[in-house]
């Protein structure tokens, strides 16, 4: 069989279906025409789950908040790269997240999480979600679950959720550890899910999926759209778990749309080479600022920056150390800003993953709306910048950094 990197990229996409195209043709179209009133109803009934629906016949396209075919072949193309049973996409990585919160969580399904999370995501379990009934636990480590449940009083989650590599300081979790427990504490008549957002590494350097985990999400914004020119979001995983999202997304209305879906198209082409190639400028970067005299403290996902513990977990579950990293300068924020405002290749801007090397202060920035205490507790400090490597010339950013950190 051929390798997935030969055939991923244009999973999707069948040129005879669209006049011999060789790329998939973008539908900017709100609605489909039914080829009769019965196969209208038939679909119109299948899709609101109406008992005793007749099987609907011909093109799936109903309604584009229901599907799109340009949709429809960004998601098989996910689905290809993450070797996932089903893929959804979302208007943006926040959509993705909440919509799969909503769809796996309710008052007798608490969310279970494991900080730090993506500053939104935090906010959306710590804020909001209470405040719908959904009942929210902090996991402090997953070898815990089991202290956990007891002190829950035996009432089991509906999801328990992670991000690994953590963002910006790189905690690593076992997702095999939450996997296994789920397997252990579900039963027929409550399903439960491990949700991974694998935003930071993305299908080519993490599958979480072979360790167990029910269902990925993602900031398509990052590498899986990698150019810093569309927001976007995705869900990806085993089958029952993706249908559900899928339908709350039916509801909720967050989907992709087809112009996003396009370009998302066209960057699944290029993920492999663009993620290898930033992985292979980072690790140069990153060998220069380890040792570099004006950095106190580098972190970044490579084994050789990661304590003991999750050292072991790292090469167990990942397939690289990826492109991002975070540095502490002295001089607190007056020292980092001096440094972030003397950058010239590197962009002063949040986000990842993309195609320009990106640099970001995150107290202030991605993360100024996470208590002081939190911030602390995870050493976001004062004078640390987050790095994000594109596919520039490494020696070229390693000359940008060594005139910046002469700012302090
Ligand atoms: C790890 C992670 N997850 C989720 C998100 C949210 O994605 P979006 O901004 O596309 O809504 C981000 C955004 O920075 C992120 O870094």
Redesign the pocket.
């Known amino acids: 069989m051929a390798h997935r990197e030969t055939t991923a990229p244009f999973v999707g996409h069948h040129p005879a279906d669209h006049e011999g195209s060789i790329k998939t043709p973008i539908y900017p179209t709100s609605t489909f025409k039914f080829s009769s009133a019965e196969e209208g109803a038939a679909h119109m009934e299948t899709a609101y789950g109406v008992p005793g629906a007749a099987t609907p016949k011909g093109p799936n396209a109903i309604y584009s908040r229901l599907s799109n075919p340009t949709l429809s072949a960004a998601e098989q193309r996910l689905s290809a790269w993450d070797e996932s049973e089903d893929a959804a996409f979302f208007a ?6 909440t919509t799969t919160f909503l769809a796996w969580t309710s008052a007798d399904r608490p969310l279970w999480f494991c900080p730090p ?5 935090e906010h959306f379990i710590r804020e909001i979600l209470p405040g719908l009934g959904v009942h929210v636990v902090e996991v402090d480590h997953l070898d815990h679950l089991d202290a956990i449940l007891e002190r829950e009083g035996g009432r089991k989650p509906g999801m328990i959720y992670l ?1 690994t590599p953590a ?1 910006p300081t790189m905690q690593i979790h076992r997702i095999r550890t939450a996997a296994d427990w789920a397997r252990q504490h579900e039963s027929e008549d409550h399903r439960m899910i491990v949700g991974v ?1 694998n ?2 590494l993305g299908p080519i350097l993490q599958r979480p999926l072979e360790h167990g985990a029910d269902v990925l ?6 590498y899986i759209g990698g150019h810093s020119d569309l ?3 995705a869900a990806s995983g085993k089958t029952d778990a993706v249908a559900r999202i899928r339908e709350y997304r039916h509801f909720l209305g967050g989907m992709a749309d087809p112009n996003t879906c396009w370009m998302l198209m066209r960057s699944m082409e290029t993920l492999a080479i663009r993620v290898r190639h930033q992985q292979d400028v980072a690790e140069q970067v990153f060998a220069h600022l380890r040792n570099h005299p004006k950095v106190q403290r580098f972190i970044s996902a490579w084994s050789v920056d990661l304590p003991d513990g999750d050292k072991a977990i790292a090469e167990e579950q990942m397939l690289g150390g990826g492109a991002m990293a975070a540095f502490e300068v002295s001089g607190g924020r007056a020292g980092a800003f001096r440094v972030l405002n003397a950058f010239k290749h590197f962009q002063l801007a ?3 993953g993309s195609t320009e090397s990106l640099a970001e202060h995150p107290a202030s920035m ?1 993360h100024a709306g996470v208590p002081l205490e939190v911030k602390a507790q995870y050493g976001i400090s004062e004078g640390l910048i987050r790095i994000s490597v594109g596919i520039e010339r490494p020696e070229d950013l390693i000359a940008d950094l060594d005139q910046a950190l002469g700012q302090v």
């Open positions: 943006s990585g926040m959509a993705a997240i999370l993506y500053g939104g995501s991000e963002n957002d935003t930071y999400v993602y900031s398509a914004t990052k927001i976007a979001g949040v986000s990842l991605t």
